[in-house]
């Protein structure tokens, strides 16, 4: 059961580029994110995934709002802001590069994409992270723009993607490297399209260059797609969880570090340079982690429940954790979640109780994620 | 005509200490504000603005999130990052702060509560100002702690507040000068009362510090409002208008500065301290602003659209500015909006034409507010 209401679009929230194609093609709820209207439901939750994993679906994804540092010393901002070691970035190429703060909790988990030497995006998940760059830059005295260009993601989900980019674009698509992307412009509209996406489906994800094309951009993909199965689709839930990939926000928040998360691989204390959380990582790393976030697969059939809020966790009475995002798999026929709970019970194979509004339930914890491979 | 979907009520989004009992009292729409569901509509606009005018009612405005600035050098940072004189503002007492950027564009603007010489709250509109806050202090080495409290406002507003105030709080509310507040506890409930709020409506904020009490504190006023005519209602369209208050991200955005948008009087740069945007704002003073927003009253009888966005405005068909916020007033019988356009035309008892999806209207421009007085 999904807790709805009513939401009113109005001028105080910003609109995608490509909302009247989301409103035409069938959006049936929205969430807010980066202050932009974002729609989440199509058909449904089950009825979009399914459209995906027989076809190829559009998801607006405009609400990724990007940080913009270009200038002599945007190599050197966009290594402080991230603990990851940018060097290993190529022109073209791109990184999952969170942006923590000075304790190493998350401000954001941004995708950084490198378009020049001197030329950098972030591309945002919900926060108001062009702030906080903004902030730390005026006090060091670097040379370098820091802005919210006028970019708009769209992603390109499914089986189907390849085929359908390719129409559009040209063969190259088909050699185009996980992670890497190209500048093209096509009839007109000028855009960065890259080989990644918020699920582990094949993907794309177009970075729209000018946002009065986003419906003009859309009706192209939709046209080519016509007999590929081309649904419309939202960053989905079930996916997400399956892939073992976390929304900022639900699953990880300002209070959560890298190494309780799994994201440990992103760290490189090694580096020479500086950059913001360093020294906190390091502490952490030496003391070790107090809290870790696991996968967990409920007991019993289908969940109809859906959890409103991050829920109780506990071993034989005992609050452990918490467990954030939750949701029926139809492929593994499993009720997976994601539970951050104390270390000491961060252990494969153990039962906990999860406090729904409506009764207990029996969970028991196992590794992430469900699905391994990239499509 | 409001356009509206549907919103799911997820664990991305966190909750108001009030969203119980506003669901429970009937709220029947809402938006997303700093990252937390924010009820807009209960029986209608027009029907909660009527019930406010005939009684007393409760806002949950929980997402009023609170940049919160302790230590020894917060007087310091307060000032760094707000064009007012701070040096104005006594303990006990609020003033509206505005948060700039280097350029002189909003950041956010809140409004401060100085409760100590070395503490301050700043009381945000919708944006992650407290990323803003530590970016910017990261890099000046000031001594102060930067944080978001556990601290959730909660508005009473309408013509019997002072009874209702009273009768739960003691008769010292009677003698709350505006923009005055006292820490109380009652029925162990610590909290901040403040005699202000989103109208000229007579009104108090309850900065309630236990987020697990809100509904306490919201039942404990519904009993005691039960013969004065208490409603629950929101933070609402016609009275903001009414009163030519400004909505950050709806009327005003970072690319406007104080002057454009009726703000002057609120920046002081004879102050001998510095502020973040102190030399922009001055070479805007100097050079003259570009724009201006005004009120405008929209000719015909009343509205049955809403804009979803900001609108275009010409003149003789030159583009000369954009419709921001526009709402019918029961008060006044008009239709009153507020327009942003080229200074030049920025004239009282100019007609101007704004483009509708439905046609086109004529408005004429008016001084703000509509209403002068406070109630």
Redesign the interface.
């Known amino acids: 059961m999904?807790?709805?209401?009513?939401?009113?679009?109005?001028?105080?929230?910003?609109?995608s580029p490509y909302f009247d194609s989301t409103m035409k093609y069938g959006?049936?709820?929205?969430?807010?994110y980066n202050?932009m209207y974002m729609p989440?439901?199509f058909e449904g939750p089950e009825k979009d995934y399914e459209n995906l994993l027989n076809g190829v679906q559009l998801w607006d994804v405009g609400v990724e709002r990007q940080v913009e540092i270009k200038g002599p010393d945007a190599s050197k901002l966009a290594q402080y802001i991230t603990p990851r070691d940018i060097n290993k970035c190529k022109i073209g190429q791109a990184l999952y590069a969170p942006l923590l703060?000075?304790e190493g909790g998350f401000?954001n988990d941004p995708v950084m994409l490198k378009l020049a030497d001197d030329h950098y995006w972030f591309s945002l998940s919900?926060?108001?992270?062009l702030?906080?760059?903004?902030?730390?830059?005026?006090?060091?005295g670097y040379d370098a723009e820091i802005s919210e260009p006028d970019v708009s993601p769209l992603q390109i989900q499914g089986p189907n993607s390849t085929e359908l980019m390719s129409r559009v674009f040209g063969e190259w698509i088909d050699d185009l490297a996980f992670y890497k992307f190209r500048e093209v412009t096509h009839s007109g509209i000028p855009m960065v399209i890259a080989r990644m996406g918020y699920s582990r489906e094949r993907c794309y994800e177009i970075f729209l260059q000018d946002g009065s094309k986003g419906n003009q951009l859309w009706e192209i993909l939709w046209e080519a797609g016509k007999d590929l199965n081309i649904t419309p689709g939202t960053p989905n839930q079930i996916f997400r969880l399956e892939a073992g990939i976390l929304?900022f926000?639900?699953d990880m928040h300002r209070e959560n570090n890298p190494f309780e998360v799994g994201l440990d691989w992103m760290i490189d204390l090694e580096q020479e340079d500086d950059f913001?959380g360093k020294e906190a990582l390091r502490i952490i790393k030496e003391n070790g982690i107090e809290k870790k976030l696991m996968g967990a697969e409920i007991a019993g059939s289908k969940m109809e429940f859906?959890?409103?809020?991050?829920l109780d966790v506990s071993i034989e009475g005992d609050r452990v954790g918490a467990m954030?995002?939750a949701v029926y798999s139809p492929r593994f026929e499993k009720n997976i979640c994601y539970i951050i709970l104390d270390v000491e019970h961060a252990i494969t194979g153990k039962v906990v109780d999860i406090h729904t509004p409506d009764g207990d339930l029996k969970a028991e914890l196992v590794e992430l994620p469900w699905i391994k491979e990239r499509a």
């Not at 959006?27 to 807010?32: D, G, H, K, N, V």
């Not at 859906?306 to 991050?310: A, D, G, K, T």
């Open positions: 999904y807790q709805t209401s009513k939401i009113v679009i109005s001028p105080r929230v910003r609109k959006a049936s709820a929205f969430t807010i202050h989440i439901v703060d000075f401000i919900d926060s108001d992270a702030l906080w760059v903004q902030g730390v830059a005026s006090g060091k929304s926000g639900a913001i859906f959890n409103e809020e991050n954030m995002s």
